[in-house]
């Protein structure tokens, strides 16, 4: 994996990890990623695809670069998409305001839960 250049990373359903990809190819699977300059992505027609066939596809994940370091954030969220209730990532509070872009991002999962954490400088 090459760390100059950004990823795009989604839960994979099937082995309950993050799946990361890079240029088009899945280049590692794994339980803990961090990023940064994050962008939240969800595709309009793969959300559509599943409100219609009531079946989960891969159309929303966190693109950015890779890093081994994330500094002591200042403003943090945790993140979630639900397709059935938004049409993008949205913090878990009570406000449920957008998310479409972070400074930095932490991906995590185990024995089927999964948690995104959004952190802006």
């Given at each position: ?19 990361v990809r ?15 300059n ?35 954030c ?9 397709p059935?209730?938004?049409e ?13 872009y ?20």
């Amino acid at each position: 994996m090459n760390k100059d250049k950004r990823v795009y990373v989604y839960f994979n359903l099937h082995k309950k990890v993050w799946s990361v990809r890079q240029d088009g190819m899945v280049v590692k699977h794994t339980k803990h990623i961090m990023l940064k300059n994050c962008r939240f992505l969800v595709g309009k027609a793969g959300r559509e695809r599943v409100l219609r066939e009531g079946k989960k596809n891969v159309h929303a994940g966190v693109s950015g670069y890779v890093t081994d370091l994330v500094p002591a954030c200042r403003v943090h969220s945790e993140v979630t998409y639900n397709p059935y209730r938004n049409e993008k990532f949205t913090t878990k509070d009570d406000l449920y305001e957008d998310v479409l872009y972070s400074d930095y991002a932490v991906l995590s999962c185990g024995n089927g839960w999964k948690d995104v954490e959004a952190i802006w400088e």
